[in-house]
């Protein structure tokens, strides 16, 4: 048998995805709650377009989301009957701090997560949880100008002190940010980055992971010395980098898109910024108020493992027409070897298997695959049982393909991979499009792209082909009626 009995199943979700209620419970404004829906999307992603508040003539799905916030009850036990080891979910800091620079907590958002954790426990779920996936309270924002600011890590570090402190015993596995990397793609997004004009951009997003990079590392102190059993983990949206070609440069472009892909987790993993670093920092002018007190601290308090996203490898070329492919904020090459989603990304289950060993091989840290799925366009259809379900043979059909080179990594290359919690186990809205119909869930959620539907939720048959994956720890890969 390829997995550990105590192997993690289960899958994830992000707060501002999926909890809604972003007025409920003291909860502030937070820059994932601005992002809207439709042509605009990407530029207040990436920081170009500024937008610190909700304004007429807009839709903002994450401010409803799928409801979990009042819904989190029906949505695990659903997750129970799957048969979940773990659920992946985050925290929205700024119900816990509304503005974020507050002294005391927002004790109705301590009790909602508290409440969540211990439904979770309820079944035996163990909650993995995220401390920040892309949250950052909009205070902290207009207020300090996001993570370009030092003072940031202090606002931080009463979070996660707060939040290991309250959750002692009933939260275990952590993850400080999600996809850190992000921060060089969507600014905004990942890190609350506006950009005047004329400013540096480049410095400004160095500088920022910096500011995350320490404070990951206090979490991560805190979180031992508050909890022994406590397990922290960095994040990283991954993918290996093929050249496009064995022209010698496009090799060394895909080395170079490889290193900026893996300098933060260096950092995190191994406890210091590499030479190569050091070097483009050098290059670039860039100061990124290194103190020797920082060096100490993330020395001493590297991660005690290593989660990713995967859904795609990636390709590049230093070659001039070749065509170009889109994914998870990544654009690169069009790989013509391999199939493509109706969103363009492109699909490589072996890709994932290339990525764990290059991860494994280079930090000899436990892996944990926290994201991985198919964003399709679902159709409900009557089951013929009085209800409704998703005929989804092609999640499936995906996931299926991933699992076996899940597989092949652990039992064939000594992999060591402590779970898989495939993205959007439930439909939620999609981060890229701010799309209700890039479904990814074992669940359908009755919710269009302007906010049309009446929420309730519906068994997709990747639900019971899940139910049976984990049943028998990773080794049924079919439903009956495929065999």
């Given at each position: 048998?390829?997995?550990?009995?105590?192997?993690?199943?289960?899958?994830?979700?992000?707060?501002?995805?999926?909890?809604?209620?972003?007025?409920?419970?003291?909860?502030?404004?937070?820059?994932?709650?601005?992002?809207?829906?439709?042509?605009?999307?990407?530029?207040?992603?990436?920081?170009?377009?500024?937008?610190?508040?909700?304004?007429?003539?807009?839709?903002?799905?994450?401010?409803?989301?799928?409801?979990?916030?009042?819904?989190?009850?029906?949505?695990?036990?659903?997750?129970?009957?799957?048969?979940?080891?773990?659920?992946?979910?985050?925290?929205?800091?700024s119900r816990i701090y509304p503005n974020g620079d507050e002294m005391t907590p927002n004790e109705e958002g301590l009790k909602f997560y508290e409440d969540v954790f211990r439904e979770c426990r309820r079944y035996g779920i163990e909650?993995?949880?995220?401390?920040?996936?892309?949250?950052?309270?909009?205070?902290?924002?207009?207020?300090?100008?996001?993570?370009?600011?030092?003072?940031?890590?202090?606002?931080?570090?009463?979070?996660?002190?707060?939040?290991?402190?309250?959750?002692?015993?009933?939260?275990?596995?952590?993850?400080?940010?999600?996809?850190?990397?992000m921060i060089l793609h969507l600014?905004?997004?990942?890190?609350?980055?506006?950009?005047?004009?004329?400013?540096?951009?480049?410095?400004?997003?160095?500088?920022?992971?910096?500011?995350?990079?320490?404070?990951?590392?206090?979490?991560?102190?805190?979180?031992?010395?508050?909890?022994?059993?406590?397990?922290?983990?960095?994040?990283?949206?991954?993918g290996e980098y093929y050249p496009y070609s064995p022209l010698p440069e496009d090799v060394w472009e895909a080395k170079k898109k490889e290193r900026e892909n893996l300098l933060f987790i260096d950092v995190q993993a191994r406890g210091y910024y590499p030479e190569y670093a050091k070097r483009k920092f050098m290059r670039m002018g860039l100061d990124i108020g290194m103190t020797e007190e920082d060096r100490q601290l993330l020395k001493e308090n590297t991660v005690d493992f290593i989660s990713l996203s995967y859904y795609s490898s990636r390709c590049v070329t230093t070659q001039e027409g070749v065509g170009?492919?889109?994914?998870?904020?990544?654009?690169?090459?069009?790989?013509?070897?391999?199939?493509?989603?109706?969103?363009?990304w492109q699909i490589d289950p072996l890709g994932l298997r290339i990525t764990l060993n290059t991860l494994y091989d280079r930090y000899q840290k436990p892996l944990f695959i926290v994201e991985n799925g198919l964003g399709a366009r679902d159709e409900l259809i009557e089951d013929g049982q009085g209800s409704y379900t998703v005929d989804d043979g092609y999640r499936i059909e995906y996931l299926r393909e991933h699992v076996k080179a899940m597989k092949q990594a652990v039992e064939e290359d000594g992999v060591e991979l402590w779970g898989y919690t495939p993205w959007g186990?439930?439909?939620?809205?999609?981060?890229?499009?701010?799309?209700?119909?890039?479904?990814?869930?074992?669940?359908?959620?009755?919710?269009?792209?302007?906010?049309?539907?009446?929420?309730?939720?519906?068994?997709?048959?990747?639900?019971?082909w899940y139910q049976k994956v984990i049943e028998s720890n990773g080794e049924d890969l079919f439903l009956e009626k495929e065999n």
């Open positions: 048998m390829a997995f550990s009995k105590n192997f993690l199943w289960g899958g994830a979700t992000a707060a501002n995805q999926c909890e809604g209620a972003y007025r409920e419970g003291g909860r502030g404004l937070a820059n994932v709650d601005v992002i809207p829906h439709g042509d605009e999307r990407g530029a207040v992603l990436r920081g170009e377009k500024c937008m610190t508040e909700i304004k007429d003539g807009y839709y903002y799905p994450a401010l409803e989301g799928i409801d979990f916030y009042h819904c989190y009850k029906a949505d695990i036990k659903l997750f129970a009957e799957m048969g979940f080891k773990t659920f992946r979910l985050s925290i929205a800091w909650p993995l949880v995220t401390i920040t996936h892309f949250d950052c309270p909009m205070h902290l924002i207009t207020e300090y100008g996001g993570w370009k600011n030092r003072r940031m890590i202090e606002f931080y570090k009463r979070l996660v002190t707060t939040l290991f402190t309250r959750y002692k015993g009933l939260v275990k596995y952590w993850l400080t940010f999600n996809e850190i990397n600014p905004f997004l990942g890190a609350g980055l506006l950009f005047k004009e004329g400013e540096d951009r480049e410095e400004a997003k160095y500088l920022s992971a910096h500011h995350e990079l320490v404070a990951s590392a206090w979490a991560t102190k805190i979180a031992h010395e508050t909890d022994k059993e406590n397990k922290v983990g960095c994040m990283l949206a991954a170009e492919s889109v994914g998870n904020a990544f654009k690169g090459t069009k790989n013509p070897y391999l199939k493509v989603s109706e969103w363009g186990c439930i439909d939620l809205v999609s981060a890229s499009t701010g799309e209700m119909s890039k479904r990814y869930g074992f669940v359908y959620v009755d919710r269009d792209n302007a906010g049309n539907g009446s929420m309730k939720r519906y068994k997709k048959k990747s639900f019971y």
